[in-house]
């Protein structure tokens, strides 16, 4: 009798998993491994479907517990070292693909899983002399091939991550990750509308839930690009899915407003979302918010604890505290810095959840210009100091990212690309820079006989209204789209912006419509960056002239 009980609850559980329900399929698996705790296909299934549906620490457990059933089992190997990747544990995870190898060499699963181990240690080239290893010997494994067009890809070798998803598409036309990779690598390309075309043709029935996240995604960036909002931002919402990797969840004590919910009588809290640059840029739809006949009768924000003094000065009337982010059984979840009481909110929403209301067509970015204010005080502080600092005009340099994994890192110049710009002379270049950045400023003044100054007493990274401040203080802003350069242009720096050729930013225009006083210089094609610097050193030649 429990065994075949068992036996239903598994075969329902995979039912929901192949329909895409992880959620239905955990709970059953679940309810099968409480009848009986030796239930190893209980425990694999469990497993399977947290891992599917985004719940990485149930699927680290589940897999524990089968593995307490049946040590060194090389697929619950292989399955934990995934899980370890996905929770950002390269060193762990290498330990255990190079189990379950030992166990089954050639395994093509652990093979792929442990070249991706490495990339994320920092050690591409062996990962991918061991993939070109294993195809010399098994030239016909299409994962192989698509595996290895991703880590060449992500180290911005598009034409042989062209060639290698081309070869995985000959040898399984129908391959799922594969089409979905070549049609990344368009988007990373600038091509769009191949890109969104190739991802319209790849089926969501089948998917688990984080593969569909994925792919709507994606398919969100491609629609944006070409400057389809409407079908960007219902697309969009996939961000805040349970399946999408990386996601954080939000423990907010209201209920959730939507889009087409009212929002007259709300006592709205909106709640930042994602990383600072994109709590920055969002908040630009505030204003129109605020001015709407509809508005709410009370609104609030929570913002990261960095941002709450600007956020103050700037939107008076709205109540402005912090949100805080932590870790939750492998999962992180945003919730509220400061206690609530009861009705003190009546709905809340993420930031940007308001851009279909708000920013229906480009149209709607009309207007608007600086929202954030900075403080006067500081910035009248800043232009004293730069006065000191040399002759010409006082330019700001931003040239990287906190967040460079996978194609982001494509995105962003070397540093050595910016040659031409540091060699116009009469400008006195500033450093913006969060994080280390000792070697690109050696590289300058010991290379190109530049130097960049760096802001004694600042904090580039922690003290945001000093780095808001001193971006206004500056004649112009140079810089890639991080989240100081957001801030600077929020706060109406005069700004001059840095795109690669798939920034969804940029909605199909011509221009930035986030921050209209920014001026573009996009790169047309991947890795073409020479043209752009070129651009900005001319334009910045002549402004300093004029």
């Given at each position: 009798?429990?065994?075949g009980r068992?036996g239903?609850?598994l075969?329902?559980?995979m039912?929901?998993l ?8 955990a709970s ?21 479907a947290?891992e ?9 457990s ?8 049946a ?13 370890a ?7 762990a ?21 442990l070249?991706?181990?490495l ?9 991918a ?8 010997d ?8 698509d ?9 911005g070798d598009a034409?042989t991550?062209?060639?290698c ?14 089409r979905?990779?070549a049609?990344?690598l368009?988007?990373s ?6 890109a969104?075309?190739a991802?319209?043709?790849?089926p ?7 593969e ?11 629609r944006?690009?070409?400057g ?5 931002w219902?697309d ?10 990386g996601?954080?969840a939000?423990?907010?004590p209201?209920?959730k ?10 006592k ?13 840029m ?6 129109d918010l605020?001015s709407r ?13 960095r941002?709450t003094?600007?956020?103050?000065r700037?939107f008076?009337?709205?109540t402005?505290?912090a949100h ?12 509220l810095?400061?206690?609530t ?16 209301l708000?920013r ?5 970015f009309q ?6 204010v ?8 800043w232009?004293?100091?730069l006065?000191g ?11 990287k ?11 962003f ?6 040659a031409p710009?540091?060699r116009v002379?009469?400008?006195t270049f500033?450093n913006?820079?969060y994080?280390d950045?000792?070697?690109?400023i ?6 190109l ?6 802001p ?10 000093g ?12 810089g ?9 242009a929020?706060c ?14 940029t ?7 986030w ?5 573009l ?9 020479d043209?752009?610097f070129?651009?900005v ?8 002239a004029?």
């Amino acid at each position: 009798m429990t065994a075949g009980r068992i036996g239903t609850l598994l075969a329902q559980a995979m039912s929901h998993l192949e329909a895409s329900r992880s959620d239905e399929a955990a709970s059953l698996a679940r309810s099968a491994v409480e009848i009986d705790r030796t239930s190893l296909a209980g425990w694999r299934l469990l497993a399977l479907a947290c891992e599917a549906g985004g719940d990485l620490a149930g699927a680290l457990s589940a897999c524990e517990a089968a593995l307490a059933l049946a040590p060194g089992d090389p697929d619950l190997v292989t399955r934990l070292g995934r899980i370890a990747l996905e929770l950002d544990l390269a060193g762990a995870a290498e330990g255990l693909l190079r189990q379950a190898l030992a166990a089954r060499p050639g395994d093509t699963s652990a093979t792929c899983l442990l070249a991706r181990a490495l990339a994320a240690q920092a050690r591409s080239d062996e990962a991918a002399d061991m993939l070109m290893a294993y195809l010399a010997d098994r030239p016909d494994d299409p994962v192989v091939w698509d595996a290895l067009g991703v880590l060449v890809a992500e180290r911005g070798d598009a034409a042989t991550a062209r060639t290698c998803f081309a070869e995985a598409l000959r040898l399984a036309p129908d391959f799922t990750p594969a089409r979905f990779n070549a049609a990344n690598l368009l988007i990373s390309e600038g091509d769009s509308a191949g890109a969104l075309q190739a991802l319209e043709q790849i089926p969501e029935a089948g998917l688990v839930a984080r593969e569909r996240a994925t792919l709507v995604f994606s398919r969100a960036c491609a629609r944006l690009r070409l400057g389809d909002l409407s079908g960007g931002w219902t697309d969009y919402a996939i961000r805040n899915d349970p399946g999408f990797p990386g996601t954080a969840a939000f423990d907010i004590p209201a209920p959730k407003w939507r889009p087409g919910d009212p929002l007259a009588g709300q006592k709205l809290l909106v709640v930042g979302e994602q990383g600072l640059g994109d709590e920055v840029m969002f908040a630009g739809l505030l204003p129109d918010l605020l001015s709407r006949k509809d508005r709410p009768v009370a609104l609030s924000l929570a913002v990261e604890p960095r941002l709450t003094g600007l956020f103050r000065r700037s939107f008076l009337g709205v109540t402005v505290s912090a949100h805080t982010t932590h870790t939750l059984a492998g999962r992180r979840v945003r919730g509220l810095a400061e206690p609530t009481h009861p009705g003190q909110y009546s709905a809340w929403t993420p930031m940007a959840d308001l851009l279909p209301l708000l920013r229906s067509d480009v149209s709607a970015f009309q207007g608007g210009g600086a929202f954030l204010v900075a403080d006067p005080d500081r910035v009248r502080d800043w232009r004293g100091r730069l006065a000191g600092m040399g002759p010409g005009p006082r330019v700001g340099l931003l040239w990287k990212s906190g967040l460079l994994s996978g194609l982001r890192g494509n995105a962003f110049a070397a540093f050595a690309a910016w040659a031409p710009v540091l060699r116009v002379p009469g400008v006195t270049f500033v450093n913006l820079q969060y994080d280390d950045c000792s070697e690109e400023i050696a590289f300058a003044r010991d290379r190109l006989g530049v130097e960049i100054r760096t802001p004694a007493g600042l904090d580039l990274k922690q003290d945001l209204e000093g780095v808001a401040a001193l971006s206004c203080a500056l004649d112009l802003v140079i810089g890639v789209s991080n989240a100081s350069f957001n801030l600077a242009a929020a706060c109406g720096a005069t700004a001059w912006l840095i795109t690669a050729p798939d920034a969804w930013t940029t909605l199909g225009s011509d221009h930035y419509p986030w921050y209209p006083q920014v001026r573009l210089f996009p790169s047309r094609r991947a890795g073409d960056w020479d043209k752009v610097f070129l651009s900005v050193a001319e334009a910045l030649a002549a402004s300093s002239a004029a």
